[in-house]
């Protein structure tokens, strides 16, 4: 009985492997070939400052990325209950605390004003991950496998409609992203350039110097709350009176926020992390004065630096809390990083150049059906002669009749 249990088993699994193999060959034969042109800098003579209107009074801290147990436990994250992330967080006092489970939306605090429908998208070994906030249902398209760039820009795509916001999650995890993708991606609107595993600025400046209007996200993406060093590590700082979910994300998709990577003692306990997030220096304001950038902060910074296309140091000034610098007109973006003497570094959004309406949207690539249809005749052909192979030597077995053996018993 157990043996013949055991076989049924796996022959169940045997015609489940089959399963998948076909799902997916099926979706990596029907994936869209794009045409991509080639995207210039931000133009115009004028300046858009994110912060325009920021009040300093009303910054909020948050974190967008954090797993729970899901899934039964298979995932990364199986220690975490929602109220663990919740206290631990609070503790830590961020206002804007919210759960980002594997391919499944988490319902907790779900009726809340400032609850925000989020997941992880992508389930693919290269860690081809997207974070949707404002999330209405999982999309469960992925290229698990493989992705080349039109595979990315169709995942991108499929996300754009069910999302309020897409944000591209640590693109330089496993190479997930690479530096050439960045030039040519559209369709999403953050870049989860920090966090505790990855920080990929040169993925964001690419972006940018390729005329992509995208803003920072930085988040913990931490999988053990109960680890003082996984969490409270880089948080996004948002602009915003209200903690309503549209008003949060609305902050965050004009750019409203900065990045903090906080400066930490070597074992710090969550007391003491505490106490350091707590004691943390603040944004005072960032303005544009005809052609010039003034930023100031709370305190006397070590250093602050003035970066601009390709991620090209600009300008640095040393120990003060307010610089200044004058935009030349080569600089098509400057985007600021401030350095203080405990190591907490802030990382601002860009200030670009627009024609004084609003910066357009680089073209979506377009949808080259010559080659998608190509490529997909190619695949039939060679399903087809797969399939072929496959029933020519099942007939052949069926075939091959059994010898039979006689003996002389004499």
Not at 266 to 273: L, N, T
């Amino acid at each position: 009985m157990l043996i013949k249990l055991i076989k049924f088993l796996l022959k169940l699994f045997y015609w489940a492997l089959i399963l998948l193999i076909v799902i997916f060959f099926i979706i990596y034969a029907l994936a869209p070939i794009y045409t991509f042109p080639e995207y210039g800098p931000f133009t115009g003579d004028k300046f858009l400052n994110p912060y325009k209107q920021a009040d300093s009074s009303e910054w909020k801290k948050g974190n967008f990325q954090v797993q729970s147990r899901a899934w039964m436990g298979i995932t990364n994250g199986r220690l975490n209950t929602n109220e663990a992330i919740e206290t631990i967080y609070k503790q830590l006092g961020y206002d804007i605390i919210v759960t980002s489970d594997y391919m499944r939306i988490n319902k907790f605090g779900e009726g809340q004003p400032n609850y925000i429908p989020t997941y992880e998208h992508g389930y693919g070994w290269r860690k081809n991950h997207q974070v949707c906030l404002g999330a209405e249902k999982v999309c469960w398209l992925d290229y698990p496998f493989y992705q080349n760039l039109s595979h990315k820009q169709h995942v991108l795509n499929s996300l754009r409609d069910e999302n309020q916001i897409v944000a591209i999650a640590h693109p330089d995890l496993r190479g997930g992203y690479t530096l050439e993708d960045m030039k040519y991606l559209t369709n999403y609107d953050l870049v989860e350039a920090f966090n505790k595993v990855r920080f990929s600025v040169r993925h964001w400046d690419v972006a940018l110097s390729s005329g992509h209007l995208v803003y920072l996200l930085a988040n913990d993406d931490a999988h053990n709350v109960f680890n003082p060093k996984e969490v409270g590590r880089v948080f996004t700082m948002i602009n915003t009176q209200s903690l309503d979910k549209d008003e949060v994300l609305g902050a965050l998709k004009k750019g409203k926020s900065y990045a903090v990577k906080i400066g930490m003692r070597d074992g710090a306990d969550f007391v003491e992390k505490a106490d350091d997030h707590e004691k943390a220096p603040a944004l005072k304001s960032v303005e544009v004065i005809n052609d010039t950038l003034y930023v100031e902060v709370s305190e006397k910074a070590s250093e602050i630096k003035f970066i601009g296309q390709n991620g090209v140091l600009r300008k640095m000034v040393s120990d003060t809390n307010r610089a200044e610098f004058w935009i030349m007109p080569i600089e098509t973006y400057i985007r600021v990083e401030i350095v203080f003497p405990n190591s907490t570094v802030f990382y601002l959004n860009p200030v670009v150049r627009y024609d004084g309406t609003q910066v357009a949207r680089q073209p979506s690539p377009q949808l080259n059906k010559a080659k998608t249809w190509i490529q997909r005749g190619i695949i039939f052909v060679i399903a087809l002669i797969v399939i072929m192979i496959v029933f020519k030597a099942k007939g052949r077995r069926k075939k091959r009749k059994p010898q039979r053996y006689y003996f002389n018993n004499r």
